[in-house]
């Protein structure tokens, strides 16, 4: 098993830009999230998925678009790109809404 | 809206000695889960230990363990023999029982100094 793989690792936007983060994991779990990461601040739920076909918001989902189609991926989109969103995102998945995640390694994004 | 409070931003400890690392939550449910997880210099978070509420005998994984207090909503991490691969940022998580969310407190920054 692979696990939680995100892609890319790094990425360096200019404002107003678009683009996908990438997530997948192959172990068949029900549950994913994208969190971001910035310094002092822990970590921060932009939007989640409880199956195929259903997502909802977190925290922080402004500015950013998910959707799930399979069970196995759940795209991060980012609509227009903008110097606030430059973060670490954290793409993670569990088996059960109790059992705990596991984590991507992380996507870290500068945007200019 | 639930909280998660880590009220230490950095901690240290000697090699091979024992250290607690504190959370307090505020919530009103009654049924929920708490989770703490690490992550080293590599950026890779990884969960450490995890607490079913209704359940009051306290989470031990090795020389990690856990004192849960739910009257007082505290949630602290011990980590017993400390090694220097402890060394990373630790975070206490949240999660309602009826809901889907978990929630991050801000993190430790926890040293092991040799």
């Known amino acids: 098993n692979a696990g939680v793989t995100q892609t890319p690792k790094f990425q360096v936007l200019k404002t107003g830009q678009s683009m996908t983060l990438q997530c997948a994991q192959d172990m068949n779990h029900e549950y994913m999230s994208w969190y971001r990461q910035d310094p002092g601040m822990g970590l921060r739920l932009i939007h989640y998925s409880v199956g195929a076909g259903i997502t909802d918001q977190g925290e922080v989902p402004n500015g950013y678009n998910v959707s799930r189609s399979t069970t196995e991926d759940f795209p991060l989109r980012l609509l227009s790109a903008a110097p606030s969103q430059t973060s670490v995102y954290f793409c993670?998945?569990?088996?059960?809404?109790?059992?705990?995640?596991?984590f991507g390694s992380g996507t870290r994004l500068t945007v200019v | 809206a639930q909280t998660v409070t880590q009220s230490q931003p950095e901690m240290s400890v000697q090699e091979a000695e024992t250290v607690t690392l504190s959370c307090t939550y505020d919530?009103?449910?009654?049924?929920?889960?708490l989770f703490w997880y690490k992550q080293p210099p590599s950026r890779q978070m990884i969960l450490v230990i995890r607490?079913?509420?209704?359940?009051?005998q306290n989470a031990t994984e090795n020389r990690f363990s856990v004192n849960f207090q739910k009257a007082a909503k505290s949630f602290s991490l011990k980590i017993s023999d400390s090694q220097l691969g402890d060394t990373a940022m630790y975070f206490c998580?949240?999660?309602?029982?009826?809901?889907?969310?978990?929630?991050f407190g801000p993190g430790t920054s926890l040293s092991v100094i040799p």
């Open positions: 607490q079913e509420a209704y359940k009051q």
């Open positions: 993670a998945s569990s088996p059960d809404r109790d059992y705990g995640y596991t």
């Open positions: 919530t009103s449910e009654n049924n929920y889960y």
């Open positions: 998580a949240f999660m309602k029982g009826s809901y889907d969310k978990v929630i």
